[in-house]
């Protein structure tokens, strides 16, 4: 019988889940909305009873031997879910001793999403070989998984490697934790779309992102916009790469690490934002750092890294029992 | 027989070396001056000599089992020192391989001297039950070794931890790196010289740092002329403390550590400069961090601290064997 575990992705509108084997590949893969359970306790029993319901075909084929989740605040130390502002559930929820209830006996991890990217990147993905590398999530923030001698980085309490939140700009813009400034204000699916309106207002130059308003622009728009030669759209990667690549440059001055991985929404731009990052990181590094740290495009699928990842913190957790 | 290992500090003025049993005491210590010798094998031999002289008395009582170095631009991976600007020998140093011949059959190992702090911290200081935590230096630079679960953070290249070099001020002051607002040029026995010239200029109240010309200013007259009330002093001490605070802020975003020790000539201002680093740290750290991370002086002896800080990397690496 082919071993294999599951791979649970909780975001903020889907539970994207999976079952994964130990190359990687993907046998069975599913969501639920994450958003109509108010209830963790329902939720989960949903979410397993979908899984169960998707993998019936895979029975006598595969062999379950653990579980690995993803997801926003997650604690790897504790296996909970703490205080996730995008989440229905409030305060500490016990996630993984709840998980046990339903896999009794199966390895169960649980780590934040950024983390498990991270994961995926090393057991899956480009990171394969590497033992020191970071992983970067741009999407709706932007979120990190810190890889040194090869293991993540959960530091003292299990919330090490919140990139997101290190200063880029003094008194800068707001950011969702409540302070200003933060990195993820700046670069991120979201943080760029503030980018183009900030310039709307500097420059006096035609752009084709004039005629769209805050709410409905998209990473995805500045792209198209930047690839037609758009000014401001062009210039808004830049400062977003500057802004990337300068903070990547004192992040490389912590771990010097192999290589830098971009993910999600913003990454999906590829080189309209790889090249300014790497270009403005070169120029901020100390010299005995410079042309030694890539910077590469995520090689798992973007639509299913968190599955992946999850799978990943599970068969990674095996490994190590 | 007592087993024993040799701690050496090379630093850019003494070599400093010591016997050092497995509880960290100091059975013989003693100093030579680097800076008189520009053939670094001449350099080697004669340490070689100073060492064996110095330990005679030790003679039938200790068996040396291993060789710690600690040295400016020290890599741990290649035990080498690369390109150190404050040493008389240019460009790569194979000193590990050079050692061995002097101590055949004996584990010999090199780090820069931060690391080499941190692993003393760990080893024989503060850090002992602590697996996450970073040791900064404030002397004439800032240097720093970061560990993380239980283990040096040394990268790709064995430079990882050059927190000296993280940028703390947009086109801000020179640093003798070469480029501008680096987190030395601010927090650090020189920096803090430097903030008091910045701030005699902005001021125009009195002070005693008006009578000292800036190469005779040091870090201990600025430490005194505080605890005396001096307005300047007590502002230059609150402005490092900012600079510093706020850029460990992202320091821990990154790594979660436990604790984090000052060391060097600056941290023996103690809570003048304590104080005010733990205040702009705690105000800028992401909530989540907020109230767990310790500012601490260092517990080793400054005075051999380097030595003792070699001694455990030596015993670090025969404990791995």
């Given at each position: 019988m082919k ?17 994964i ?30 899984i ?14 653990g579980?690995g ?5 997650g ?36 780590t934040?999403?950024a983390?498990?990217?991270?994961i ?7 990171a ?7 992983v970067?999530?741009?999407g ?18 299990g919330?090490?490697?919140e ?5 880029a700009?003094l ?22 779309r503030?980018t183009?309106f900030w ?8 752009s ?9 622009l ?7 916009a ?5 000014k401001?759209?062009?210039e808004a ?8 690549g ?7 001055a ?17 080189e309209?934002?790889?090249?300014p ?6 120029e ?29 913190l599970?068969w ?5 029992l």
């Open positions: 071993e294999a575990v599951i791979g649970i992705d909780i975001g903020g509108t889907f539970t994207k889940y999976g079952v084997d130990r190359e990687g590949n993907c046998m069975a893969e599913s969501f639920t909305n994450t958003t109509t359970h108010y209830n963790f306790d329902d939720y989960l029993k949903d979410l397993y009873d979908a169960e319901k998707n993998m019936q075909f895979l029975k006598g084929q595969v062999e379950i031997k579980v989740i993803g997801a926003p605040n604690n790897y130390y504790a296996g909970t879910i703490e205080n996730a502002v995008n989440l229905n559930w409030r305060g500490i929820i016990p996630v993984s001793e709840k998980m046990k209830k339903y896999y009794p006996g199966l390895t169960i991890a649980l934040n999403d983390n498990a990217a991270a995926g990147e090393m057991v899956f993905g480009g394969k070989d590497m033992k020191d590398f970071i970067i999530t741009l709706t923030g932007l979120g990190s998984g810190i890889v040194v001698n090869g293991d993540l980085v959960y530091g003292q309490d919330f090490a490697g990139l997101g939140h290190i200063n700009h008194n800068g813009r707001d950011c969702g934790c409540g302070r200003k400034g933060c990195l993820e204000a700046y670069a991120s699916a979201s943080g760029i503030r183009v310039l709307l207002a500097e420059r006096m130059i035609d084709e992102l004039r005629e769209v308003n805050f709410n409905d998209t990473a995805k728009m500045i792209s198209e930047a690839l037609r030669g758009d401001i759209a062009l990667f830049d400062y977003t790469g500057w802004i990337l300068s903070k990547l440059a004192d992040t490389v912590h771990n010097s690490p192999e290589a830098i991985f971009l993910l999600g929404g913003l990454a999906n731009s590829r309209l934002i790889i090249n990052t790497k270009k403005y990181m070169e901020n590094l100390l010299p005995i750092y410079r042309n030694k740290v890539k910077i590469l495009l995520s090689s798992l699928p973007d639509m299913n890294a968190g599955v992946l990842g999850a799978g990943a599970a990674n957790e095996l490994r190590r």
